[in-house]
């Protein structure tokens, strides 16, 4: 599946309005460093692994650290209009939880 580039523009918008850290890092901020050092996988890899296990319309990015590690968390709202929350490990790419919330 074929993501528009400007999809990926306007969600790197979005993250850029993350909510700062109190280190006054933003999610977007976060991630470009933990990327930089190669402690992180780039969205767009992202995007790609979790339209596999999770389909749909991406409505939220999340980038925190979680038990010692980086994690991007997605909510992608599905075709049944559920939205599948989606934690996944952001060095591996691995699913690390899943849960949907039905409407």
Known sequence: MRVPRLFFLALAALLSLGSPTLAGDSDHERARKAVAKGEALPLDVMLQH???????????????????????EFKVLQPDGAIREVEMDAKTAKVLEIEIERP
């Open 50 to 72: 979790l339209a596999k296990v999770a389909p749909g319309q991406v409505i939220e990015v999340d980038f925190e650290r979680e038990r010692g590690r980086w994690v991007y």
